[in-house]
C-alpha cells in the first residue's frame, strides 16, 4: 500500500527566509507525486508534480521539488517565502488504480513578517 | 477551462437529519470524479471515486453513500447525520484515461458541514 509522511506539523519561518517542507513516501512502484497548497476554508490547489524526467520540478509561486529515490523523498523548497505563501500544504502519492491519490497529513506554514 | 462547483459552502445541521452535498464539474466529459474528507489535523480522506455514471467505489466503511446520476455530477449523501460526519468535504475530479497513471486531481471549494 501506497503512503506518504510528512513530518513536520507545523513550520515557522520570516518573511524572506528560505523555505523546505519534508514529503517522504512509501510506493512499490514508480511513484507519481504531487504538492498542493490549500488556504483556510479552500480547496487545494496544484503547485507541482512530478511524473519522470528532471527529477527537479519547478512549479507555480516560486516553488519547486526535488525527487530523490534513494531517499523516497519529494521535499519542496522556496528560496524566499512571502507572506501570502501562510497555507497548508500536503505531499500527495499516485499510482494506483483509477489515478487515485493518498495524500500526507498537511504541513502548515507561518509566515511571520 | 474547466471548473469545479460545491454547494452549499457551509452547513449546520442537527444530529439524525439527512445530509445531500452537490458537486458538479463543468468544461470536461467522463472525468474521474472523487470525495475526500477533511477534518482538523487529519488530512485527506478519500471517501468515494467514480469512473461512471452510476458507478461508485467506497474506499472506507461510513455513515455516508454516493451516487453519480450524471456524468459530471457527484454527490454525496447521509440519511441520518453523527457527529462524526462533521469536517470539511472536497469534491475533486481529473482526466479519465485508464490504467493506473494518476492524472492531476482539480479540487473544489468545499463544503464546511457542522452537525451539532
Known amino acids: 500500500a501506497q503512503s506518504v509522511t510528512q513530518p513536520d506539523i507545523h513550520i515557522t519561518v520570516s518573511e524572506g527566509a528560505s523555505l523546505e517542507l519534508r514529503c517522504n513516501y512509501s510506493y512499490g512502484a514508480t511513484p507519481y507525486l504531487f504538492w498542493y497548497v490549500q488556504s483556510p476554508g479552500q480547496g487545494l490547489q496544484l503547485l507541482l508534480k512530478y511524473f519522470s524526467g528532471d527529477t527537479l520540478v519547478q512549479g507555480i509561486k516560486g516553488f519547486e521539488a526535488e525527487f530523490k529515490r534513494s531517499q523516497s523523498s519529494f521535499n519542496l523548497r522556496k528560496p524566499s517565502v512571502h507572506w501570502s505563501d501562510a497555507a497548508e500544504y500536503f505531499c500527495a502519492v499516485g499510482g494506483s488504480s483509477y489515478g487515485k491519490l493518498t495524500f500526507g497529513q498537511g504541513t502548515i506554514l507561518t509566515v511571520h513578517p | 477551462s474547466q471548473t469545479i462547483h460545491q454547494w452549499p459552502a457551509t452547513l449546520v445541521q442537527p444530529v439524525g437529519s439527512p445530509l445531500s452535498l452537490e458537486c458538479t464539474v463543468e468544461?470536461?466529459?467522463?472525468?474521474?470524479l472523487y470525495w475526500y474528507r477533511q477534518a482538523a489535523g487529519r488530512g485527506l480522506q478519500l471517501l468515494f471515486y467514480?469512473?461512471?455514471?452510476?458507478?461508485i467505489s467506497s474506499e472506507v466503511p461510513q455513515n455516508l453513500s454516493a451516487s453519480r446520476p450524471q456524468d459530471r455530477q457527484f454527490i454525496l449523501s447521509s440519511k441520518k447525520l453523527l457527529l462524526s460526519d462533521s469536517g470539511f468535504y472536497l469534491c475533486?475530479?481529473?482526466?479519465?484515461?485508464?490504467?493506473?497513471?494518476?492524472?492531476?486531481?482539480?479540487f473544489g471549494p468545499g463544503t464546511r458541514l457542522l452537525v451539532l
Open positions: 475533486a475530479w481529473s482526466q479519465r484515461r485508464g490504467g493506473h497513471i494518476p492524472e492531476t486531481q482539480y
Open positions: 468544461g470536461t466529459s467522463n472525468p474521474n
Open positions: 467514480s469512473v461512471g455514471i452510476g458507478q
